[in-house]
């Protein structure tokens, strides 16, 4: 069974720090590029930051460069996202997504989110 699970979420203030972690099983995480994704309240998805299944392609969205970064460690299964200076505006579920193309086909997973609340 495929599960990207995240963790690392809460309430924080503003200018604090968060870790997001994606716990990947049931495929191949090497073979699949990952990225984090936010819904604020009451609005679309966003795209955050993209990490290559290599780890060494690296993009940000412009309202999160310089203050995000993302990583991933393939011996664990697991993608990060270390959130700094944090602000209100950062408030939404956090979403981790697996994708990659293989044979001519899009293969794509997605977590079930992990609320993240920047509130004084």
């Known amino acids: 069974e495929v599960q990207l699970v995240e963790s690392g979420g809460g309430l924080v203030q503003p200018g604090e720090s968060l870790r997001l972690s994606c716990a990947a099983s049931?495929?191949?995480?090497?073979?699949?590029?990952m990225s984090w994704v936010r819904q604020a309240p009451g609005k679309g998805l966003e795209w955050v930051s993209f990490?290559?299944?290599?780890?060494?392609?690296?993009n940000y969205a412009d309202s999160v460069k310089g203050r995000f970064t993302i990583s991933r460690d393939n011996a664990k299964n697991t993608v990060y996202l270390q959130m700094n200076s944090l602000k209100p505006e950062d408030t939404a579920v956090f979403y981790c997504?697996?994708?990659?193309?293989?044979?001519?086909?899009?293969?794509?997973?997605w977590g079930q989110g992990t609320q993240v609340a920047v509130s004084s």
């Open positions: 997504n697996a994708r990659r193309r293989a044979w001519g086909k899009d293969y794509e997973y």
């Open positions: 049931g495929f191949t995480f090497t073979h699949y590029d």
């Open positions: 990490i290559n299944s290599g780890g060494d392609i690296l």
